[in-house]
Nanobody, 119 residues
Framework: QVQLVESGGGLAQPGGSLRLSCAASGFTFGTNTMSWVRQAPGKGLEWVSAIYNAGSDIYYADSVKGRFTISRDNVNSTVYLQIDSLKPEDTALYYC????????????WGKGTLVTVSS
């Protein structure tokens, strides 16, 4: 079955960096678009970034552009999210998700990894 397991979250100081990882299994990773979505405490889901199967097309939400970098390793079925210049408003549960289609959206989600930015 499809599994997405995030890791790499934790407590970080403003201005710091974190690298999130998402290990995927149970599907043909290299042919699927992957996304990161976050949910801040008390708020709704916010799409953060997406990377197409070959990594040639990458998209970011305006709120994270210039500070977040998404990448993927199709050999090891892993997608990454590098977060630099952390801000307190980046505090959220970060989910990795498998994208199915424009009409359907995401069809599988991980359980998330918590990022807390605080001094």
């Amino acid at each position: 079955q499809v599994q997405l397991v995030e890791s790499g979250g934790g407590l970080a100081q403003p201005g710091g960096s974190l690298r999130l990882s998402c290990a995927a299994s149970g599907f043909t990773f290299g042919t699927n678009t992957m996304s990161w979505v976050r949910q801040a405490p008390g708020k709704g889901l916010e799409w953060v970034s997406a990377i197409y199967n070959a990594g040639s097309d990458i998209y970011y939400a305006d709120s994270v552009k210039g500070r977040f970098t998404i990448s993927r390793d199709n050999v090891n079925s892993t997608v990454y999210l590098q977060i630099d210049s952390l801000k307190p408003e980046d505090t959220a549960l970060y989910y990795c998700a498998k994208f199915r289609s424009i009409n359907y959206g995401m069809d599988y989600w991980g359980k998330g990894t918590l990022v807390t930015v605080s001094s």
